[in-house]
């Protein structure tokens, strides 16, 4: 199959580009390096050393010849969007080229209009282009669980659910109801695509993905390989990558508030598997698939709790602390929602969430100064309920 990669030097889209390789695919892939800049201006950088797009590249293509082609270029311009999916003739488009920061997306005007302009413009350009010249490819497209939010007080479905209204029956879209500027971009963009399959009779398959942590995938031998990035700053590290880095650090985990928010998560590994299994089985009968993809419930205070003691086991005395909560969420809520289409195509979680963090401790060991070097940017600036740009050195080439 020809799998077209959009965001492929992020932290998916690198991992899944040498799955989808090691699977026998052939890879095109597309970024326009946004998110190098985007750490840079937190004042941060991968706590895994990462190669450039052209050694990156190189390496691969000594293991895998040309079954990857790469291309350097922005979705937000609708020409290349056309071109890049003209030349690939995808079997099945992965969108995971957006900005992904909920709190970047906080800082100021400035950040929410990049984030809207970046995500929901490259989102219409790249369905147009399949509308225009490949109408019969699959679009797999990353949301997020946080378009549901996170305290409706129900059970929250698989995209649609039924209701029943003064004494009528009707299945609908479950109302989303989002918890950052970045959260929103997500449901526009799921509004557009439902639109687009509803109109046009696209085919989609959009994930409401849980919170991804981890480091390695476990089929591809590590002497190939290429590591994939990880954060830890304020606005790109996501909450289990950013406490394995404070553990490794002697850093205080930092627990917004008491740390009773539970969200979805799922490893590295297991977003790369269930993403695999929904390009090989692509919807049968309906042209817009919503599937909630994670593995499991927790708290952050019971992340925390295993991190330390994980840590702890490893020798690295981990403390935790409860600091502000710079969001605008509650702190303790009914949260459950469905996550069985997944589990119906095949997924199995590959490993536990304890064994995960303790290959994630020993893969951040040796890059310890990396974290050291930048660990400011871990701490909390952003606020949702203020404008606080003069704290960060906006880098001017953000758009
Ligand atoms: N990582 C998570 O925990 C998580 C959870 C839920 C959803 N998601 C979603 O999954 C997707 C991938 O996440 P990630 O963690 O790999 O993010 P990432 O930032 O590491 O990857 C996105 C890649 O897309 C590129 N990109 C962004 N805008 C672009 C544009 N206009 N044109 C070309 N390239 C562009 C970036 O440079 C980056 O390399 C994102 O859409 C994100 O919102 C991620």
Avoid at 27 to 32: A, E, S, T
Avoid at 211 to 224: A, W
Avoid at 270 to 297: A, G, M, T
Avoid at 321 to 348: I, M, Q, V, W
Wanted: hydrophobic share 35%.
């Amino acid at each position: 199959m020809n799998i077209l990669i959009l965001g492929i030097d992020g932290y998916i889209g690198w991992a899944l580009a040498q799955k989808q390789l090691y699977l026998g695919n052939k890879v095109f892939g597309i970024d326009n390096f946004s998110r190098r800049e985007t750490v840079k201006e937190m004042g941060s950088d991968s706590a895994i050393p990462i190669e450039t797009m052209n050694k990156r590249i190189s390496k691969i293509k000594e293991v895998y010849g040309n079954r990857i082609e790469f291309f350097e270029g922005d979705l937000t311009y609708s020409t290349f969007a056309n071109d890049i999916v003209k030349k690939s003739c995808p079997d099945a488009i992965v969108h995971l080229a957006e900005q992904p920061s909920a709190p970047y997306s906080m800082i100021d005007q400035k950040h929410c209009i990049y984030t809207h302009q970046n995500n929901v413009i490259g989102n219409l350009n790249i369905i147009y282009a399949m509308k225009n010249f490949s109408p019969n490819s699959h679009l797999i497209k990353l949301g997020t669980m946080g378009e549901y939010g996170y305290d409706p007080g129900f059970v929250i479905p698989e995209g649609f659910f039924e209701i029943e209204y003064l004494g009528r029956k009707a299945t609908v879209p479950y109302p989303k109801m989002a918890g950052s500027w970045y959260h929103w971009t997500k449901v526009h963009d799921s509004n557009n695509i439902m639109f687009a399959c509803k109109t046009w009779g696209l085919k989609s398959t959009d994930i409401m993905q849980g919170i991804v942590y981890g480091t390695r995938l476990k089929d591809i031998p590590s002497y190939i390989y290429q590591p994939t990035r990880f954060d830890f700053d304020e606005a790109f590290g996501t909450v289990l990558n950013r406490f394995c880095s404070e553990a490794v650090i002697g850093h205080d985990l930092t627990v917004h508030g008491a740390g009773g928010q539970t969200r979805g998560f799922l490893a590295l590994e297991d977003s790369i598997q269930c993403i695999s299994l929904l390009i090989e089985k692509p919807p049968e009968n309906e042209n817009y698939r919503v599937v909630n993809q994670f593995d499991e419930q927790y708290s952050v205070k019971d992340l925390a709790n295993k991190v330390k003691s994980i840590g702890d086991k490893k020798g690295l005395d981990v403390t935790i602390a409860n600091t502000e909560n710079p969001r605008k969420e509650k702190e303790s809520h009914y949260y459950k929602a469905d996550h069985k289409k997944l589990r119906d195509l095949g997924f199995k979680a590959t490993r536990t969430i304890e064994e995960e963090i303790e290959y994630v401790l020993e893969d951040l060991h040796p890059h310890k100064d990396r974290i050291l070097k930048n660990k400011q940017a871990i701490i909390k600036k952003i606020k949702w309920n203020s404008q606080v740009s003069s704290l960060i050195s906006l880098n001017p080439s953000t758009p």
